[in-house]
């Protein structure tokens, strides 16, 4: 009677206890994804053991993560303590033994997705609650201990977004701009000028070479392989920014090949751009388990555990086979958006660009619109399609600058690339009505702009 | 009838709106505290501003905000674009106008909150997704781009804690320590070897001088005033850790005596510590505008929104009536803990040392246990005191290494301080019924020891 | 420049706050269903509207929804007056126009889901915050103050569930059964036993007679066209019991067609059963919109309005077209039930006993088990198997009483039933996968049962 | 090290599992309040026994639980099945042992709320999820079982409250009203005019006498111990309709009495009003363990677990502690309303009524206002005051009709109570702030009306 029912309850408990038990036992990503009431027991759990929601604690020290507003603190399942210590992001909290088992796991965790995007050469991988460029900031920061004192200079493929070079730039070091070669219409990494700086330089100034593998299209991802190649030769570390690399096994793969082939220090992704979280961590993998580490240890004092819990709980709730669909699905829409893009652009006396290279952002030529293409990202803008750039034609003559770097047609990635395009890109969580919708206001769009080319 | 009713409920709508309208026209930290139901209510308002809420968004870029988990969506009030762009992380990013304005909006509070607590002097603050540690990297990092290159040294003002040296090393640039003066029980600035160091390495050598205001007893705040003059006699640079001493009236007047007397670069103060938030934040401050700007245009890519959406809430919540009245109750509930603890170690045949200068933390003697004194830990640590340290007895002999930086008798800030001692604080947020429970866990504690000090 | 982005951030909250007022202006169950951050807004709003959220409020009466847990008021949004007021369930309460909304609007899409589900002939409808059997008993004792005092007694057509007969008794009135006839598997109405017990009992002492819609076979939803036409001829009341017939178009249509051809006063159903809301809530609904009204009226005092609230986030949630989609689903799922049990009946040497009129629920026989069927019950329970029955075989000399009522072989509908059974329902929200799981474990109950009836 | 901290978190999670052990193990109401993390714990523990929520559930039933809208889950814990069986509001349910057990709890808790608020003579408690009409509807029912046919009449001590009345018509039954006496100010039962009834009437037609206890002045308490002593002598039952009586020690001791002096068969009273929860439940209990449990199993089917859960969560959020220092502020806070108020009218040319035996509601004359004196409500209402009443003068040729009720003068208690006059109450929650802020109102409210009257 009752009791049987009160005991079949009790199993039930029992069930998401085991699950949490096997977490913490096994330490690796989950197969399957939890439902949400078993992350949020494992949440309660974790959150009772930091000191400052011991029912007994009294705290006398300048930091008890007292929380004044109860909103805040339930946000933050009532952890407060951030992570990391101040000698070490990846250390244990004493006061924390919560928040700092979920740091343990996310960077566990991370090390799977890693190695199941396809970089099975990663042998570490820490998550700093930081973004891309921050994460970058760190990375160059710790090789520069390793380097000697006159390795300031930054040899840097180019690509046209900011905050890589201000990275570089904060740090104090100098950029040195690797221009890039354009082959058909892809703009691709020039080996051979990559070379001659490597030699005009001096290896003993170069801190390091930063190659990039997501980007807009036409640019494609830098030939990483051939990088670093060139790096083990030279013996000049290599840093591969993989802003939203993870989320296409192509990329991934050859991240792969590189460390098979050459020298990779490590490579940075951000959390957001690959893992569906908010903005604000990112990943820093690599070989070397020795300088993840010292990436952890170069981190002064403690950070928000924000970026952390926001990927602890994606990643619980999609399980490794969530994460493998996804991919699975981003693929397919990019195959959709590649194929619709291209009849509309077609049908509009407009072409796709030719860019096999790049399997995450594709692009069409604006050529019908001389010098009002520029005027399309507004009509975009109001029709609330947002991600995608328009970039206008040869503006060699242009200059920008980031910080002291001074770029020629900027956002095109190269001074001279031919003709003003659009790009757009199917990024992972994108769905095929997405797409759909994209081409219906595309199409809108280019009606609205005609229609107001053709008006006095 | 029921129109009275509907129209008096539209009228509490109405109240509410012209809560927002008032905070968005006047950008000013309310007088009064809001109540949860509007502060959501406002958030609620903002998030629907950022696109990735936009009932009609289409994104086809590379970072649209699409969020897996529902839970993590939720707990960020549905706010996925973080801060910043990547030339700045005080733009307004065009996919986030909301997240945006709450960014503003908190960089506008703080600065109302450092006026508040007594520092007038400030001109700018910037709340940056940091915490203390990484700020004053950042902080160092700016300076360093209006510094000669050969400035790579920091004259640092000993204070036994990690995270301040790490900061400085993270960056590449060498710690020289000043040792402090002992005076009476006091450990205090020693500025004729200040001068001293000043002197023998050369201004144009000097990045900076960093000094600290919040510290643990016996260690006082440095003489700031007096640093300051040389700063501005000499034109060195002068950087402030002020982790928890916005808490603290005597320690706001110092610096704002030292922006007066001399010259203060920026002072850096950790949100957690002073505004009861979760770890992640650090308010950068100064006098000169144009240098807080440039740390925030240092900043490369975005960052997590978690930290500002903390202070955000927690500053409307409190409102300056509500923060004043936490400051004035930690002012009345030192001087408890002051009288509490003196009467304590007298009872045990300790003392309360002299720290008039320390407003936050106090020390008492632990003569009495000879070496034993650092098992005290322990027995505090099972019973969930947390925040108090036991400094042992002069270990002169002893070196501690952080980094490339060795200290002698590490803890206690001075390699030949007397005897050893347990510090308390009180910080933001403790009340008189947490120092009484700290009183008898003291009690209890040291009958423990003695207890375990008697048995062979 | 920012402008524009906080232009486009406000029109994307107008484009809310419009839903919000269409559905305010034009009071019907909107087409699309809204997403989760637009329902929040509205009750954050409706809750504004309530005394004691007012930022003014003074209360000096005895109730002044103060609510002591944030906990609880935050689950309630905040909305704590219930509905209703002394005199009226559905009436506005001045204290709270803003709960007092939403109950409105429930009545109204509540009456919108009557009238998509089928019954057009409805023209009011009144949520309840009661479950079935408690609705029942207000629809009866509303009855009651139309009739003569001689009509106590009320002809209910034997259905094997308890609730129904509770309400009756507990209102104080006598049950008559009406006993079913048996045709092929079925159990139906018997038309001719009800005339006889019309006649017998006299219709002025008659308060009104009670069908059934939704069952569990073999037995069917009663001839409640031919019952109606009785209940028109002799003009007795008759209200029927629908608990979970709104999500089958075949039961509908039976009350749609029994409105036409005779007398329905009132039809009940189940808010949790037909609208995948928690129990707690149900739906009067009828023809004559001054008696449906009354039995708000007879209500005395307040309620919960936590039903109420629960269906108006629901039916916001799915809008119509969710609903037709779910009523579309259950369908097909209820094919592919009817197929794959049937299948599995006959490959267990058992079959699915045929019952046409039951759109709902199924049944297979049990003969192979003898007295051992019973037994089958235990097996699926431990095999998390819920909403099954097993029913055994012919025991119409045990009774069974329900209050003063007796009824030999319960659980049958008819006290000479042939052969034990087994049943299972498609009900509103079953997916495919849940039945291929049912049919998973059933193979795997039944085998457990025959090695079990195997051991000696 | 940092096994340590994990053991010590460790210990954390058993301080609470041991809080829940404790509970549930002891089945009392906790003396100390609970923390809002240990009550989530407690009902996530719960919510997962209820097979809705089994990771392994099938439901192939008509009512599954299934939930369409994640929000309304949430809400409800993920508790979805609601309480009761068809049998018995208090029986435990298969499908949900998690819910049940809170209904099992609150219960027992209930109890020990009644018993501590003073009534040591009950024995036996029920938390019905529906406000004190329908739950005085249940126990009339339930009485009616228990009377002779002919017994339908009930003798009301007048109260001009709708509620009560049309809970007695409601259930088919004749309220025959009972006038009061006028003594002084005070308007109070009339034991000779209630004594005349019980002759005139008859016992055997009369069901039950209700009377009430918590009412506005100057109506006061009924005389309940001579009430319970003319119902012992004269075999007839005593409901006591005590809706907001449980926070006065004064009128739970003249329940005391009652049940020692005479008959009670249940005493009705308001969860919402007494526990500040959300409107929806009442509490009735009695000295008959087994007359309470007979008004469980009256009724008819299931009901909604919210009532049941928000009492749940806020007796645990109390304590026995907490509760007990609410009712020692609600008697400060009387004590001051009826100085200040007294005071009050004194300024205005008015005076305190003269209630003594009323220890919740007072009363000012208005008698300066002549026929004005009813527009001051509107007034009132302007200025954010809730819950204030205004009575007019005798208008005793007035009638006003409650169903098939009428009353003359009604809202006054009596048909020519003397002069107008205004009351409030002193309830629970109510602050000293809030009784200031009504005084500086109504000073206000009295000006402004003065000011009107004064304008031709």
Redesign the interface.
Known sequence: G?D???Q???D??R??QNLVKSLLAQRKWPELGW???S???LL??L?????N????????????????????AR??F??????GR??DIAA????A??S??IMKLVNIMCLDVIRLAGVHAANACIAL??????A???TL?TL??TRPPSARKVLWLRID????I??IT???FEVVVVDNAIEGDEVRTDLSALQHQVNTVGKDNILCIVSTT?C?APRCPDRIVEIAKICATESIPHVINN??GIQSSKITALIQDAHKAGRVDAFVQ?S??N???????ALVAGHDRAFIKRIGE??????????SV?IF??LL??GQQGFRS?LKQRKVVFEQLRAKLGAFAVSQGERLLETPHNP??LAITLSTFGSDATRLGSFL??R??????VVAADRAAATTS?GPVSLSNFGAHHSAYHGAYLT???????TEQ?VD??ID?LTAAFKDLRAAMNQP
């Open positions: 009752n049987a029912y009160i079949q309850g009790a039930a408990i069930t998401r439902d949400e009431m992350i949020e027991l309660s759990d959150a009772q053991m930091d000191s929601n011991f029912p007994a604690n009294i705290g006398a020290g300048e930091r008890e993560a007292r929380v004044y507003s109860d909103l805040v946000r933050h009532r952890m407060a303590h951030g992570i101040s000698g244990i909290q004493p006061k033994a919560g700092s088992l609650p930081l973004a891309t460029g921050m970058m900031v760190m920061l520069a201990q977004q900011k905050s890589c201000k990275a904060a740090c104090g997501s807009f802003a939203y951000s957001d751009k893992l569906m979280v908010p903005v604000g961590g170069m981190y002064p004092g403690r950070a928000s555990a924000a970026p926001d709980i994606t709730s999609m996804l995450i952002s803008f109001t609330c399609v947002s991600g995608t750039r980031v757009a890109a199917a990024a992972i969580g994108m997405e919708a994209l206001r």
